[in-house]
């Protein structure tokens, strides 16, 4: 089967299609990759404990797929386009050869020192090309790789690294992102003191900036390649996986305690991730795509990396940010590279629109063909903005609603094919079985409703596990409702079957696009030493989609009342990053509780929201006078 529909009759013929025949469905896509062997089933599943394998006995490697085969068709074609943070630095582009080529080098370097196949390697890199070709070096000798998001903190690094037992860790002396310099390696060093399992740290030279390398444990990655080069190696045979061999571990936020790691696997998450990349992209050869994600996260992961490069496309990577050195930056790397699809965040979006039209106007962007938008749910007025100021009208906006969980996008239109409507995620893709279902799991059907969004069937690119913990990862998506999963999010279907995601409906907030559990904000507040406890909700914030609003109670502060502010924001950061600061801090005396000692988030919720008028029933109050003097005091 072809991978992309051309119309919308075909694709309700697919979608038809994949619901009565997902297994037929499923392998007729999943001939269209290179597998070493293919499989002797198809579909092995239950969603009690929950069991989910896809093409058993297949073996392959994802990057023979992302790169080998390319090598005699599209070998001279860019693979990657780097746009470094200075627009004044010279930007690189790799060829499928250079990147092949680069790829096995950097194989011979990890197993040079010491990698095998199942290990598991932390990579904590800036976006640079290096950290595509260390991802991809990774599953090409089978080991595990786990990408820490560049602006995570040391003690964040630390809780990883020790959850996966990583035995090496991949890293950069530093990176550039708008104005700032940040350290990386100084950063691993920190996090390293935690942890027993880490035997080598490799480092790429960026920035430049001074880092302390101890003997027998850290080595340069150029001194590495280079004793490859030497020795004249330059093809690295793939390491043959079985397709249920696990591929990477990414961490994520959820609604209690630590992050946790979703496990993805090699050949449903190979399949998954190019068939959606190639279908909702409509990609043609030759065109440039420009995910603005960082590799960090799984956008990056599957829309920079495994989806674009596994179906030949060449995909643009940007070490920088949107608005630096002005808020021009993303229209002159359109106009200077000649892109087709641009897929980034409605965060990014309304920023950008907060500048007016002066860094837009002038700017070529007639290659653009394509709009995508992920991470949160998109309000119309940045919809409409991107329609008019960046697609001219005449580019199909994919509003694509997925998660870390899911590998690759789950509802989404499809360009060109169909109709979109702004603020909607619209139809499933093929595969894709969504239900909404009311408090008691029972699905509500029909149109014009809502629920909470949970998918009845698998599909090849979902979790697998959490890694070390598989227990988590049934009680936190496959227990709240029976044989379904769970996605965390509430949903509405208008009156044409069209999906709209309406946001989180547990304790997990979506910060310009990141997902932060507000129990990890609590647990980093409370390690603040004049702090007695503390409760964090999400508010409506303008550019960010959600702020993070922390009541805490600190009765003896030390200092005045701004200066424990700035101690507590800092605590966060270097706890968890700088991404989770709270934006607001109210101290308050005591938080509102239920008689049996529940905090009561819904009314801190309201009151954050701005919304006073309407907290419903309080009469449960331990003490609902908290709440009079909250209300007063709110910021
Ligand atoms: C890919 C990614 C997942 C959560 C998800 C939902 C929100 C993502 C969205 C969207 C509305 C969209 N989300 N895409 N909400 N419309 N198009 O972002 O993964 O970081 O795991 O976040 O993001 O709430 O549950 P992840």
Same mark, same amino acid.
């Given at each position: 089967?072809?991978?992309?529909?051309?119309?919308?009759?075909?694709?309700?013929?697919?979608?038809?299609?994949? %619901?009565?025949?997902?297994?037929?469905?499923?392998?007729?896509?999943?001939?269209?990759?290179?597998?070493?062997?293919?499989?002797?089933?198809? /579909?092995?599943?239950?969603? +009690?404990?929950?069991?989910?394998?896809?093409? /058993?006995?297949?073996?392959?490697?994802?990057?023979?797929?992302?790169?080998?085969?390319?090598?005699?068709?599209?070998?001279? +074609?860019?693979?990657?386009?780097?746009?470094?943070?200075?627009?004044? @630095?010279?930007?690189?582009?790799?060829?499928?050869?250079?990147?092949?080529?680069?790829?096995?080098?950097?194989?011979?370097? /990890?197993?040079?020192?010491?990698?095998?196949?199942?290990?598991?390697?932390?990579?904590?890199?800036?976006?640079?090309?290096?950290?595509?070709?260390?991802?991809?070096?990774?599953? $090409?000798?089978?080991?595990?790789?786990?990408?820490?998001?560049?602006?995570?903190?040391?003690?964040?690094?630390?809780?990883?690294?020790?959850?996966?037992?990583?035995? &090496?860790?991949?890293?950069?002396?530093?990176?550039?992102?708008?104005?700032?310099?940040?350290?990386?390696?100084?950063?691993?060093?920190?996090?390293?003191?935690?942890?027993?399992?880490?035997?080598?740290?490799?480092?790429?030279?960026?920035?430049?900036?001074?880092?302390?390398?101890?003997?027998? $444990?850290?080595?340069?990655?150029?001194?590495?390649?280079?004793?490859?080069?030497?020795?004249?190696?330059?093809?690295?045979?793939?390491?043959?996986?079985?397709?249920?061999?696990? %591929?990477?571990?990414?961490?994520?936020?959820?609604?209690?305690?630590?992050?946790? #790691?979703?496990?993805?696997?090699?050949?449903?998450?190979?399949?998954?991730?190019?068939?959606?990349?190639?279908?909702?992209?409509?990609? =043609?050869?030759?065109? *440039?795509?420009?995910?603005?994600?960082?590799?960090?996260?799984?956008?990056?992961?599957?829309?920079?990396?495994?989806?674009?490069?596994?179906?030949?496309?060449?995909?643009?990577?940007?070490?920088?940010?949107?608005?630096?050195?002005?808020?021009?930056?993303?229209?002159?790397?359109?106009?200077?590279?000649?892109?087709?699809?641009?897929?980034?965040?409605?965060?990014?979006?309304?920023?950008?629109?907060?500048?007016?039209?002066?860094?837009?106007?002038?700017?070529? &962007?007639?290659?653009?063909?394509?709009?995508?938008?992920?991470?949160?749910?998109?309000?119309?007025?940045?919809?409409?903005?991107?329609?008019?100021?960046?697609?001219?009208? +005449?580019?199909?906006?994919?509003?694509?609603?997925?998660?870390?969980?899911?590998?690759?996008?789950?509802?989404?239109?499809?360009?060109?094919?169909?109709?979109?409507?702004?603020?909607?995620?619209?139809?499933?893709?093929?595969?894709?079985?969504?239900?909404?279902?009311?408090?008691?799991?029972?699905?509500?059907?029909?149109?014009? *409703?809502?629920?909470?969004?949970?998918?009845?069937?698998?599909?090849?690119?979902?979790?697998?596990?959490?890694?070390?913990?598989?227990?988590?990862? $049934?009680?936190?998506?496959?227990?709240?409702?029976?044989?379904?999963?769970?996605?965390?999010?509430?949903?509405?279907?208008?009156?044409?079957?069209?999906?709209?995601?309406? #946001? $989180?409906?547990?304790?997990?907030?979506? *910060?310009?696009?990141?997902?932060?559990?507000?129990?990890?904000?609590?647990?980093?507040?409370?390690?603040?030493?004049?702090?007695?406890?503390?409760?964090?909700? #999400?508010?409506?914030?303008?550019?960010?989609?959600?702020?993070?609003?922390?009541?805490? *109670?600190?009765?003896?502060?030390?200092?005045?009342?701004?200066?424990?502010?700035?101690?507590?924001?800092?605590?966060?950061?270097?706890?968890? #990053?700088?991404?989770?600061?709270?934006?607001?801090? =109210?101290?308050?005396?005591?938080?509102?509780?239920?008689?049996?000692?529940?905090?009561?988030?819904?009314?801190?919720?309201?009151?954050?929201?701005?919304?006073? @008028?309407?907290?419903?029933?309080?009469?449960?109050?331990?003490?609902?006078?908290?709440?009079?003097?909250?209300?007063?005091?709110? %910021?």
């Amino acid at each position: 089967m072809n991978l992309q529909v051309k119309s919308f009759e075909e694709y309700q013929d697919v979608y038809n299609y994949s %619901l009565s025949e997902p297994e037929k469905f499923w392998a007729e896509i999943a001939e269209n990759f290179l597998w070493r062997k293919k499989w002797d089933q198809v /579909l092995e599943w239950n969603f +009690k404990e929950p069991q989910i394998k896809w093409f /058993l006995g297949a073996k392959l490697n994802i990057t023979e797929n992302c790169i080998d085969r390319h090598l005699d068709t599209l070998g001279d +074609k860019p693979a990657i386009i780097w746009e470094p943070n200075d627009p004044e @630095e010279d930007h690189r582009i790799l060829s499928y050869k250079q990147l092949h080529q680069k790829v096995c080098q950097f194989s011979h370097v /990890l197993q040079n020192n010491g990698v095998k196949k199942g290990d598991r390697i932390c990579i904590y890199m800036p976006m640079v090309p290096e950290l595509a070709i260390a991802v991809l070096a990774c599953a $090409r000798v089978g080991a595990i790789h786990s990408v820490v998001f560049g602006g995570f903190s040391a003690q964040s690094i630390a809780d990883r690294i020790v959850d996966a037992e990583c035995s &090496l860790v991949i890293t950069s002396d530093g990176g550039f992102r708008g104005n700032k310099e940040t350290p990386m390696k100084s950063v691993i060093d920190d996090a390293l003191v935690q942890c027993r399992s880490v035997k080598k740290v490799i480092v790429l030279t960026r920035s430049r900036t001074p880092v302390s390398m101890l003997k027998g $444990r850290d080595v340069w990655w150029e001194d590495e390649v280079r004793k490859v080069e030497t020795n004249g190696l330059t093809d690295f045979p793939a390491v043959e996986m079985d397709a249920e061999d696990m %591929l990477f571990i990414l961490y994520t936020s959820g609604s209690t305690g630590k992050p946790k #790691g979703v496990v993805h696997t090699c050949g449903g998450y190979m399949v998954y991730t190019g068939y959606t990349f190639a279908n909702v992209f409509q990609y =043609q050869t030759g065109e *440039v795509h420009f995910c603005t994600a960082d590799i960090g996260w799984i956008t990056g992961h599957s829309y920079i990396v495994y989806g674009p490069l596994s179906q030949g496309a060449t995909a643009l990577m940007f070490e920088g940010i949107p608005t630096w050195p002005d808020a021009g930056r993303l229209w002159n790397i359109v106009q200077k590279f000649k892109v087709n699809i641009l897929y980034t965040a409605p965060t990014a979006i309304r920023s950008l629109m907060g500048y007016g039209d002066g860094p837009v106007a002038g700017k070529d &962007l007639s290659s653009l063909t394509k709009l995508g938008s992920v991470g949160e749910p998109i309000n119309e007025e940045a919809w409409h903005w991107f329609d008019d100021k960046i697609g001219h009208n +005449k580019c199909p906006i994919v509003d694509t609603w997925w998660q870390t969980e899911n590998g690759g996008l789950m509802i989404s239109p499809i360009a060109n094919v169909t109709p979109t409507k702004p603020g909607y995620a619209t139809l499933p893709l093929p595969g894709v079985q969504p239900v909404l279902v009311d408090e008691n799991g029972k699905e509500i059907e029909g149109n014009g *409703v809502s629920g909470n969004l949970c998918i009845k069937f698998p599909w090849p690119g979902m979790l697998r596990t959490t890694y070390g913990d598989h227990e988590r990862c $049934r009680t936190t998506y496959f227990a709240t409702y029976q044989n379904m999963y769970f996605t965390g999010d509430g949903c509405l279907r208008d009156e044409d079957g069209y999906y709209r995601i309406t #946001g $989180r409906v547990d304790d997990v907030l979506n *910060v310009s696009g990141h997902r932060i559990g507000t129990a990890e904000v609590e647990n980093a507040i409370n390690m603040h030493s004049d702090v007695v406890e503390s409760a964090v909700v #999400g508010y409506p914030h303008d550019i960010k989609g959600q702020g993070v609003y922390a009541f805490v *109670v600190c009765p003896n502060m030390h200092g005045n009342d701004n200066l424990t502010r700035k101690d507590i924001t800092m605590t966060v950061s270097r706890i968890i #990053g700088p991404i989770a600061k709270p934006d607001k801090i =109210q101290f308050v005396s005591g938080l509102p509780k239920t008689r049996s000692g529940k905090i009561m988030r819904r009314i801190l919720r309201k009151i954050a929201e701005g919304d006073t @008028e309407n907290l419903g029933d309080t009469s449960t109050l331990l003490d609902p006078a908290v709440v009079e003097e909250i209300k007063a005091g709110a %910021l």
